[in-house]
């Protein structure tokens, strides 16, 4: 009996307890859900509701001084900006060149990242080691530094080249295409992917993989049936956030896309910027927006499922 | 009626942030001189920014040690968007935009649009008597205080004759494959100017003249010939792709680096670039003609609730002086005066005295210069 008492006692304070460390946790939250809110949220909404051609209030002087507004015609607004958005001629061309460059360079990424991480796990060792801090390199130069750098070294007088043409061979130019734009993500967007997906793959047990072994599994077997499903979760992670890294890029294909087709980024700033189409803007960064939401489901997804799996929900 | 209020509270709340961030900004300076310093606010290329700081400021605060000035740098206006909307709202709601004096492109929109402090009051800039007329209108409230124009420059070692007139330039870019180019109008003005060089051939005095002066949607619709033209060239051109240099240093890059022989360049850079050893010596410039490439006034606003506008007067006033502007000449900038040459030192003057600097061609009113980047982007890039 008094054993049971003193259990109950233990147990309402731990509930206390609890109630109260969630409501300290729940205000630590607050000042960055507050600035979300406030800094990110409101311009979004009032963004939107530029888009839809609400040009009256806090969007006032943007459409007062931005060219090509579409105002609103019925309650909820109008679609016309963005229907203007898809039947510009520019517009398939650059989501085009988004996507592409966004597809082709995330799965680049992931293979030479998992390439680098399968191999840091079963071979190991100090080469292991010493590629993988090697490969973090890019994250600590400045991308408008290495896009610059990459635009001389590819250029019409750069190091390829010229080292081409003393042994009597014309090397393309890379700069002003999205092959460069291609190099330029791959470079910047790496050292976070075989950070994530190394980092999931050390936690692979040493004993699935050698019974896997013992059991006469080769190479190819262990690493598709054994480590790609255990870090199945980073893997995904690394992905999305590989391929919305790249969806929004500005600096790279600034300095190394050609003028036209190009990535819509720096499409979006041309049409904020020198040709003074803020709607138009806006209307582009929504369908930016709306693509890496697509992405971003398989994050959640595979975070669910990681969840499913191991019993949390 | 709770509509009306939510935005009311909405719109006083987006105030109250502008005012916040803005008193943020310029407490400090304002606290310890109130009044005399002139808040500058540039935007324009490096060049520009290196003529205010490397040279006229030092001589100003030299001349006139009660003011100072702080500078605010925008590269290449890439901001010219937002800062209009900052100054337009300054000025509707009668605030201090925090900036009083603005040297760059956005100067005569601001005109355009009455949110400058009037030119009527010539008194209180008495140096303008020396500018043109004709300069000052183009201006409507915006101050000229130099010039430049864009000239085309060439490779002297590979091009022995260079081609004269616009006809014979676009004819030599075709028989020189991948010798000339221009950058993105978007970029930068040089390659705007030889864009607009183009379209302007295929029309009318009259129908160019509108162009300049007023918004005109009808008009840009006669563009199309242009287009086919420049269009025509992306086989041609450097790269012979379709592609073009981002911007005026792109340009000047790689017309120094020997990769092509012909292009479009700012006056003043080029001076610069020559002098500083920067480009080849071999690299010379001069003026096309039928028609030439655009050149003309660079104009300073002072926005008309500018808090220390008496002060940006003063810095205006002076940078109008015959020093001033033997110094926008001669220093590194190599810009034209806005003033008569026979005004300037003679020395600076000899080597200008050739260009008159109320005949040189405009180029477009500010929105059909921002609808002729767009559809330059739309028609002319990496359709070969």
């Keep these: 009996m008094t054993l049971f008492k003193e259990v109950t006692a233990v147990e309402s304070l731990a509930v206390k307890k609890t109630a109260r460390l969630s409501l300290l946790g729940f205000f630590m939250a607050m000042p960055p859900v507050l600035v979300i809110i406030s800094f990110i949220g409101a311009p979004i909404l009032l963004a939107l509701a530029f888009s839809l051609g609400f ?50 360079s995330t799965t680049l990424v992931i293979i030479m990242a998992l390439g680098m991480a399968i191999y840091q796990r079963i071979i190991g060792g100090r080469i292991a080691s010493i590629l993988v801090a090697l490969s973090l390199v890019p994250l600590f130069v400045p991308v408008v530094i290495s896009a610059f750098a990459l635009r001389t070294f590819y250029d019409g007088t750069g190091f390829l080249k010229t080292v081409f043409y003393h042994i009597g061979l014309n090397f393309p130019t890379l700069t002003m295409t999205s092959n460069a734009v291609v190099i330029g993500v791959i470079w910047t967007s790496l050292p976070f992917a075989i950070l994530m997906i ?37 893997i995904v992670i690394a992905t999305t956030f590989t391929a919305i890294g790249i969806m929004g890029s500005f600096t790279i294909p600034y300095f190394l896309g050609a003028n036209q087709p190009t990535m819509l980024g720096v499409e979006i700033s041309n049409f904020f910027g020198p040709y003074n189409r803020p709607q138009h803007s806006v209307v582009m960064a929504f369908i930016i927006f709306s693509a890496a939401a697509g992405i971003a489901i398989l994050y959640i997804w595979a975070n669910i499922r990681s969840a499913h799996q191991s019993g949390r929900i | 009626m709770l509509k009306n209020l939510l935005k009311k509270k909405l719109i006083g709340a987006f105030a109250l942030t502008t005012i916040t961030a803005l008193s943020l900004g310029v407490t400090a300076p304002v606290s310890q001189a109130a009044g005399t310093t002139v808040r500058l606010y540039i935007s324009a290329d490096t060049n520009i920014q ?3 700081v490397k040279t006229l400021i030092p001589a100003f605060t030299k001349d006139f ?40 492109g956005i100067s005569t929109t601001l005109g355009g649009a009455g949110l400058l402090f009037p030119l009527s009051y010539t008194s209180l800039i008495p140096n303008l008597k020396n500018v043109p007329k004709v300069l000052i209108a183009n201006g409507k409230g915006a101050i000229p205080y130099r010039a430049s124009t864009v000239l085309m420059a060439y490779n002297s070692k590979n091009v022995k004759n260079p081609p004269k007139t616009l006809n014979e330039v676009l004819t030599w870019i075709k028989a020189n494959p991948g010798k000339f180019t221009y950058n993105a109008p978007s970029g930068g003005g040089s390659g705007a100017s030889f864009v607009v060089t183009v379209l302007d051939s295929q029309l009318t005095a009259a129908e160019t003249l509108k162009l300049q002066t007023v918004a005109d949607k009808e008009t840009q619709a006669k563009w199309a010939k242009g287009w086919e033209i420049l269009r025509s060239l992306n086989k041609y051109t450097y790269g012979q792709n379709g592609t073009y240099p981002t911007n005026n240093a792109g340009t000047l890059d790689l017309l120094s680096k020997g990769l092509v022989d012909l292009a479009p360049v700012w006056s003043d850079q080029i001076a610069s670039a020559l002098k500083a050893g920067t480009m080849p010596k071999d690299i010379k410039v001069y003026s096309i003609t039928n028609p030439s490439l655009t050149g003309g006034p660079a104009f300073l606003s002072i926005p008309a609730t500018a808090k220390n506008r008496s002060a940006a007067r003063a810095l205006v006033n002076w940078v109008l002086t015959p020093a001033a502007q033997s110094l926008i000449v001669a220093g590194n900038m190599n810009g034209l005066p806005v003033i008569p040459v026979s005004k300037l030192d003679t020395e600076v003057a000899a080597n200008i005295s050739s260009i008159d600097i109320t005949t040189l061609r405009p180029g477009y009113y500010s929105t059909n210069g921002n609808d002729m980047k767009a559809a330059w982007a739309n028609e002319v890039p990496g359709k070969l």
């Design chain 2, 65 to 104: 040690p009660q003011y100072d000035v702080d500078v605010t740098f925008d590269r290449n206006g890439a901001n010219d968007a937002q800062t209009l909307a900052k100054i337009t709202a300054a000025v509707a709601t009668k605030r201090d935009p925090g900036m009083d004096l603005i040297d760059g």
């Design chain 1, 55 to 104: 040009i009256t209030g806090p969007n006032r002087i943007v459409a007062l001084i931005g060219q090509e507004i579409y105002p609103k015609t019925s309650w909820w607004g109008t679609l016309d900006a963005f229907k203007s958005v898809i039947n510009d001629s520019r517009f398939p061309g650059d989501l085009k060149t988004t996507l592409t460059v966004t597809i082709v």
């Design chain 2, 50 to 52: 290196d003529l205010w």
């Design chain 1, 198 to 234: 190394s980092s999931g793959m050390q936690s692979v047990p040493d004993a699935l993989i050698e019974s896997a072994q013992d059991a006469g599994a080769g190479f190819l077997r262990i690493v598709a049936t054994i480590m790609i499903p255990l870090a199945f979760v980073p």
